[in-house]
């Protein structure tokens, strides 16, 4: 017996001498993957009787579910204005529905993986996003649809859509389209009305006179008070109408009483003059005041922005005036170099060049876009003092002179900002000629105008000198997570977050809730997560270097009222869908058929995955236990047996 097994032992020394490999060969199957998409809108249980609708889907969706379970891997999707995981039966409470944002979900986080088809549940109608035909057909895989809903016309008035400004000024009018839709009413005659806060404002007859009928009505408004306005547009419902939830739509609008002063003052009439007077009219945020500098004798403290055209050494009482306010200015054209903020020149005695603009790309007091940089290299010359130029610190500058062929640093346009107090100064004569160059190459003035009012708007925005500031949104979606962010500045205006920020929401109906801002890197943050439509006003609170500072806000919650507009199931979208990716539509309740067509599928396989992998024979930890055996059992009997 230890003859055999000193026998083994060598023999498989001798064997793992010889350094055998070994082949391992381990091979997976991947089941293919059967993405479930479901309609979580609530236009899925806008008709009929909803109970029985909820009823059916769920058999249907349980059905399906164990019928496919066992050869392929599901993955369940609720959708509506987003994509969710689908781990509960859908509660169809979204607001809108978005079959873009689908298709864009599925390509993005399915790309990788073995997708044999996509089935998606469905009534047809979206109202968010574009049509999801064509994007669908970068899915590679085929999509098959489940119809659901009705699909036959109905009796209906509806307001499709009301156009409106977001923001409206204090004593301004401004408009409101209101896009109204009927069918099957011809000859009807119904009333629209605009109501602001409950009260009628305006109110027009229009009669129907087709049975697909879409009308455009415009109606104009004052704005007669401050803060967020709810105004509401209104159509009477005929007798017949089967859908009184789209006969009327609230809409939002911010009334604000800050529009940004603006005062232009020139030595002499110029033709300067009317294109910068133009380029800030055109934007409804401002309202400019002109006239020559020695007629002026008001108080530059009612104004945001002072602009100084032609600009000399007998100017100097109205820049010290500006100063002394900290009222930003702009001095455009100056007849002298003498006394330009931030800029040193020297050797510029009644000397001058004729200098294109050059944009600089470094420049970061605020952006211009792609459209213009691409104009800038167009704009004809204006004239520039001759000399050396010596920018000072706090000075950035947007455009520089490019001389014949030549590209130099010295500014044509440039801003500063030093101790708070924003100025800027274009050197140049001819601004005027940047205008008609626009209108030549495009037909309008809006790259000229751009370029005014993002030098008006960096200079006339007041800087928030507060310790504690809060951001929020005036208005949001109910569908949206309502969210804040708080900074907490110390004594040197750096941002800090030690102290704790508190703060207490409260509803309509006066109902308070009590919050604690969340800490960032260097800020806070606040999450509401969705609230329901309506009015909120807060009080923040946190108390920095034994101080207490307060901000109070409001904001409103606004309803979205998407999924009631339309409720007529669109069948034929769902058909192109399915069409278009090599797929079928099927119905509800036939989900039979839809199981059978992806059961028969021969192009739905399973992915083998094998992985060859190569080993040495010393590597066999078993063979360490058998030498191991071999030596203990020959050590016992030679124990046992021979020392007798």
């Known amino acids: 017996m230890m003859s055999i097994l000193r026998f083994l032992y060598l023999c498989i020394l001798c064997f793992l001498l010889l350094s055998i490999l070994f082949k391992h060969i381990k091979t997976e199957t991947e089941k293919p993957t059967i993405v479930l998409a479901i309609d979580n809108s609530s236009s899925m249980v806008g008709t009929g009787d909803s109970v029985k609708i909820r009823k059916e889907i769920s058999q249907d969706l349980k059905s399906i579910s164990q019928a496919l379970g066992e050869k392929y891997e599901l993955k369940t999707l609720l959708f509506g204005s987003r994509v969710t995981s689908g781990e509960s039966l859908p509660a169809f409470t979204e607001k809108e529905t978005d079959l873009e944002n689908l298709i864009n979900e599925v390509e993005n986080n399915y790309s990788n993986q073995n997708v044999g088809a996509m089935v998606i549940l469905s009534d047809g109608i979206f109202n968010k996003g574009a049509s999801p035909v064509y994007s669908a057909e970068k899915l590679g895989f085929p999509v098959y649809t489940i119809a659901s ?12 859509k009301v156009n409106h400004n977001q923001v409206a000024y204090l004593g301004n009018n401004f408009p409101v389209e209101v896009i109204l839709q009927a069918k099957k009413f011809n000859q009807k005659t119904v009333l629209l009305s605009l109501y602001e806060n409950g009260a009628k404002k305006s109110e027009q007859n229009i009669t129907i006179n087709s049975d697909n009928f879409t009308g455009v009505y415009h109606f104009t408004l004052s704005a007669g008070a401050t803060g967020i306005v709810k105004y509401t547009a209104r159509v009477t419902a005929p007798e017949g109408d089967k ?33 910068i007077k133009d380029a800030v009219l055109n934007n409804t945020s401002y309202d400019i005041s002109y006239g ?57 005695i009644n000397k001058y060049n004729d200098a294109e603009p050059q ?40 455009l520089k002179q490019k001389i014949g062929t030549l590209d130099t640093d010295n500014p044509i346009l440039y801003c500063t900002e030093v101790n708070g107090l924003k100025s800027a100064v274009f050197i140049g004569d001819g601004l005027w000629k940047w205008k008609f160059r626009d209108f030549t190459e495009h037909n309008n003035h809006n790259l000229f105008n751009e370029l005014i009012t993002k030098c008006v708007q960096f200079l006339s925005v007041k800087s928030d ?4 500031r809060v951001i929020f949104p005036k208005i949001v ?16 205006y750096q941002l800090i977050n030690e102290p704790e920020v508190s703060l207490i929401l409260k509803n309509a109906d006066n109902k308070t809730f009590n919050y604690t801002f969340s800490k960032t890197s260097n800020a806070y943050a606040l999450d509401f997560g969705l609230l329901p439509p309506g009015e909120y006003e807060f009080e923040a609170k946190v108390t920095s270097n034994n101080e207490l500072f307060i901000k109070k806000g409001r904001f409103v919650v606004k309803e979205v009222a998407s999924e009631k507009t339309n409720i007529v199931a669109d069948h034929h979208l769902l058909f192109q869908l399915a069409n278009r990716t090599n797929g079928k539509m099927f119905y509800l309740n036939n989900n039979q058929d839809l199981i059978k067509e992806l059961m028969n599928n021969e192009n739905i396989k399973p992915i083998v995955y094998s992985q060859s992998t190569v080993s040495s024979a010393i590597d066999l930890k078993w063979i360490f236990w058998v030498i191991l055996l071999i030596l203990a059992t020959e050590w016992f009997f030679r124990k046992r047996y021979l020392t007798i």
């Open 243 to 275: 859908n009184v939830g789209n006969n009327s739509r609230d809409f939002l609008i911010e009334v604000i009483d800050n529009k940004e002063k603006i005062l232009l003052l020139a030595a002499n009439p110029h033709p300067d003059i009317a294109a």
């Open 465 to 468: 000198k507060s310790f504690f």
């Open 149 to 160: 809903g009705d699909t036959n016309e109905i009796r209906d008035v509806l307001i499709a």
């Open 477 to 492: 979606n109910e569908n949206v997570r309502v969210e804040l962010q708080a900074e907490v500045y110390n004594r040197s």
């Open 359 to 398: 944009l600089e790309n470094s420049f970061g007091y605020f952006t211009l876009s792609s459209e213009f940089r691409s104009f800038a290299n167009d704009l004809p010359a204006v004239k520039t003092f001759f000399g050396n130029y010596n920018l000072g610190n706090g000075s950035s500058v947007l």
């Open 292 to 348: 020559l500098m020695q007629d002026f004798k008001g108080n530059f403290k009612s104004y945001n922005l002072v602009i100084l055209h032609g600009f000399s050494n007998n100017n100097l009482t109205l820049l010290k005036n500006c100063q002394d306010n900290a009222i930003p200015y702009w001095i455009i054209a100056p007849s002298t170099s003498d006394n330009l903020p931030g800029l040193r020149l020297s050797g510029t």
